[in-house]
């Protein structure tokens, strides 16, 4: 960074969560009404967790939070990790504060042994301070900084092994869903509920919707390379959901997944492997697989053995709008 922040009277800090619960609120109260980042405050709390570390940068005018962002990564494996959560009082802007937050989150992440740090962006003025700090564009509104190659990042070692998703995968699931994939790359053109799931200046969200969307019994696992990369993903969400589950009665099971094309073979397998445990926890009944017109969807939904039992049987609720989709379930 060129320019020293003119941080008169603004106190900049590096915490780690658990952050006093004041601090905490007063960083929610700034960022959620801008970025939707609802978790943000449980976050700053230390309440979640396995094996993620999680660094805030908040700044502070007395008691007033001025600015804040926060970074996370893995504390094992591949060092991955994101930054979100970039928001300066408008009372307090161009004065440096979000350029020196985000450094200091950098500098921290490098220090820890960090080599990508992903973050999504729309926002012009934004991107020029992320930028200016390294950050070069991924793919759409996505953001990196550090070396990303694919071809490092995902085919170094094809052996795998599958866990459940956990925090400290944030960063790694990121570059799965956003890479040029043969069906993300479909979604976006259509616009269809895989990428309308989340708001698409937030590449975090991603990370954070599927959370959100296993909750209440459902399960979301990876597959993890030897290098550490997620190269595939499978998740079973009840379906309906809760919003939805007011307007329809019977409860079943959704699952999604995607695998990287390097990965086809045991990214097949993986997943199969996975329907077979969910079916058996979702309450031993078949579970649903919704998707659109998607050729790779459709092809991969064939080889797991689920056939189309026909188009708008059930309506998906996203965003407040319904979506018409292709039904699949397994014999
Ligand atoms: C984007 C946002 C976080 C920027 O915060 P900020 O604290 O004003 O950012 P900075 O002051 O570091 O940088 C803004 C500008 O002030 C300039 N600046 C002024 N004085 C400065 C100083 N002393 N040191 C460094 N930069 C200074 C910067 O160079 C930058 O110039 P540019 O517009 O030509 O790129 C803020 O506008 C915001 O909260 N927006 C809404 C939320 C949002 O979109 N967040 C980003 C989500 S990805």
């Keep these: 960074m060129g320019r020293q922040a003119d941080t008169t009277g603004v106190k900049l800090d590096f915490l780690s969560p658990p952050l006093p619960a004041e601090l905490a609120a007063s960083a929610a109260r700034l960022v959620v009404p801008i970025l939707h980042e609802e978790f943000l405050e449980r976050l700053l709390l230390g309440q979640f967790g396995p094996g993620a570390q999680f660094v805030a940068g908040i700044a502070r005018d007395g008691e007033k939070v001025a600015g804040h962002c926060w970074g996370g990564w893995g504390q094992s494996a591949a060092p991955i990790g994101v930054v979100a959560g970039v928001v300066t009082d408008e009372h307090y802007r161009g004065k440096g504060i979000a350029s020196a937050l985000v450094a200091g989150i950098c500098r921290r992440f490098d220090a820890a042994g960090g080599k990508l740090l992903f973050l999504g962006t729309t926002n012009p003025d934004a991107r020029r301070i992320y930028e200016r700090l390294g950050f070069r564009n991924l793919i759409g509104s996505v953001y990196c900084r550090g070396q990303f190659s694919p071809a490092r990042g995902f085919a170094t070692g094809l052996t795998a092994r599958s866990h459940p998703a956990a925090w400290r995968d944030m960063g790694s699931v990121l570059p799965l869903y956003l890479l ?30 599927n959370w959100q969307s296993v909750e209440n019994g459902g399960s979301w696992e990876l597959l993890e390379s030897a290098s550490g990369w997620a190269v595939a993903s499978a998740l079973a969400r009840p379906f309906p959901s809760q919003e939805e589950s007011q307007s329809a009665g019977a409860s079943d099971f959704s699952v999604d997944f995607i695998w990287h094309p390097d990965y086809s073979d045991i990214g097949l397998e993986f997943v199969r492997d996975f329907l077979r445990r969910a079916e058996k926890q979702c309450r031993g009944g078949p579970c649903l697989f919704l998707c659109d017109r998607d050729e790779w969807k459709q092809r991969a939904a064939k080889s797991l053995g689920f056939s189309c039992a026909g188009r708008g049987v059930r309506n998906m609720l996203v965003s407040g709008e319904r979506w018409a989709l292709d039904e699949y379930r397994r014999d």
């Design 180 to 209: 040029p994939h043969p069906c993300m790359v479909m979604d976006s053109v259509t616009e269809l509920p895989s990428t309308r799931l989340f708001a698409p200046w937030r590449c975090f969200r991603i990370f954070w919707e």
